[in-house]
């Protein structure tokens, strides 16, 4: 059975970080076409980072310079540490990790909130 599990989401003012954190099991894992996205109320989901091949990742441009995106191939796991955090990046956030043979699996999400 594949699980997707995130946490690390929580309330944090403006200016302030979190780290977030993923891991998967119950499948052969690539490493590539895995990340996180997110969905704030009333907004479609997007893509925040994505890793383009082992080491190479995509950042949304909203996300650049503020957010990074790490990963343990071997133990199935992704982290995205966001640093600088604003009001506006309040949503759902959402892991996905990609088996071997292309199929996504999503976790189901942890809310992170920036508010003063």
């Known amino acids: 059975q594949v699980q997707v599990v995130e946490s690390g989401g929580g309330l944090v003012q403006p200016g302030g970080s979190l780290r977030l954190s993923c891991a998967a099991s119950g499948r052969p894992f690539s490493s590539v076409g895995r990340g996180w996205y997110r969905q704030a109320p009333g907004n479609e989901s997007e893509m925040v980072a994505s890793?383009?091949?082992?080491?190479?990742?995509f950042y949304a441009d909203s996300v650049k310079g503020r957010f990074t995106i790490s990963g343990d191939i071997a133990k199935n796991t992704i982290d995205l540490q966001m640093n600088s955090l604003k009001p506006e990046d309040t949503a759902v956030y959402f892991c996905?990790?990609?088996?071997?043979?292309?199929?996504?699996?999503w976790g189901q999400g942890t809310q992170v909130t920036v508010s003063s």
């Open positions: 890793f383009i091949s082992i080491v190479n990742a």
């Open positions: 996905k990790q990609r088996d071997i043979w292309g199929n996504d699996y």
